[in-house]
């Protein structure tokens, strides 16, 4: 039997380590697996205060609650040597 469940899909976009300037997906992933069971980090290129740089994309579907994605943003600019890290949330009906 189905059920419908509510989760939320979130996609966290993080550029290169600010003091490397290498991108960091093993010590991102270390970070993301304390508070998710399951996610996809892609390679990206974007662009912060008009620079090009390498970066990552996250995505996970989760029903964590909004101060736990908080913490996960905080701990991966205080690893990731980030000023900022981007999260987008939308919300999505889960068929299991």
């Known amino acids: 039997m189905l059920s419908i469940e509510s989760y939320a899909k979130y996609k966290i976009l993080c550029g290169a380590n600010n003091e490397t300037h290498l991108v960091e997906r093993e010590k991102a992933g270390n970070v993301i697996k304390k508070f998710a069971d399951g996610f996809s980090i892609v390679s990206s290129v974007g662009y912060w205060k008009n620079e090009r ?14 101060e736990i994605i908080k913490q996960v943003q905080e701990q991966l600019c205080s690893d990731l040597k980030q000023q900022a890290v981007l999260v987008t949330v939308s919300q999505q009906e889960v068929f299991l």
């Open 53 to 66: 740089e390498d970066s990552i994309k996250i995505d996970l579907v989760s029903d964590m609650r909004d």
